[in-house]
């Protein structure tokens, strides 16, 4: 009797120990859930943001989407609203980390790049907006806009000679000839880097078809001639 009563206290602690532990197992969940749950608390939370922004209420939507960022981790979404909202509050730099961040997390969206560089142009930041043009171009070439906007960079940063060669990929990619305004950028350039012959071939090839009433140009051609 008395091994009876003992197999049955084990048997009993043991069920409860089996118990006890599925009832663990059950409030537990796994990554994957985890990942969903947080998925739709990101993509709630974008919703809501874009809401607010439509209301103008876009301090609201920053201090939203700056929790979500907080709780769930640099979810590209998030990340991309987040830049978003912090342009439309004119705080465009930061809105720059952001729009990287996102594309961190979604290399298929290139075009996060661009923004990420357009937001620092917008605040003089050229070495944060060399690097994601670079970034961008590393993936996509062939992109003569992008081309455009870093020999701007590069002219600005007194490198002229970078600058010089991104205006001629630039017209490589999109297989035409300069414009006018173009061809006195790209003259003057060439004279920077000390290559007056260039530089006397292209501004007299620029000044040739400039009109009389196109001043900004004339005066680009004049100043380097």
């Known amino acids: 009797m008395q091994a009876i009563k003992l197999f ?12 006890a532990v599925a009832l663990c197992a059950c409030g537990e969940k796994s990554p994957e859930e985890i ?8 993509e709630l939370a974008v919703r809501r943001a874009q809401v607010m922004s439509a209301e103008n209420k876009n301090a609201q939507a920053v201090e939203m989407l700056e929790t979500a960022y907080r709780e ?9 609203a987040l830049g978003n909202a912090l342009a439309q509050e004119g705080k465009t730099d930061s809105a720059g980390v952001f729009y990287e961040q996102a594309f961190d997390g979604d290399n298929s969206r290139l075009d996060l790049l661009v923004f990420a560089a357009n937001a620092y142009e917008q605040t003089s930041n050229w070495d944060a907006a060399e690097q994601a043009y670079l970034k961008y171009l590393a993936k996509k070439n062939d992109d003569p806009s992008a081309h455009k ?6 002219q600005k940063q007194g490198n002229f000679e970078k ?13 035409r000839n300069p414009d006018t305004a173009e061809a006195a950028v790209i003259g003057g350039l060439f004279f920077k880097i000390g290559n007056t012959a260039q530089a006397k071939l292209w501004l007299e090839s620029a000044l040739e078809v400039t009109l009389p009433e196109n ?3 004339r005066r680009e051609i004049y100043t380097n001639l």
């Open 72 to 80: 769930l981790g640099a979810l590209p979404n998030v990340c991309e």
């Open 163 to 175: 600058s010089l060669n991104e205006y001629m990929a630039m017209l490589k990619t999109a297989k």
């Open 35 to 42: 990942a969903q749950t947080n998925k739709r608390k990101a």
């Open 149 to 154: 906007h870093l020999a701007k960079i590069y």
């Open 8 to 19: 049955k206290t084990i048997f009993s602690a043991a069920a409860v120990g089996i118990v």
């Open 215 to 217: 001043t900004a140009t």
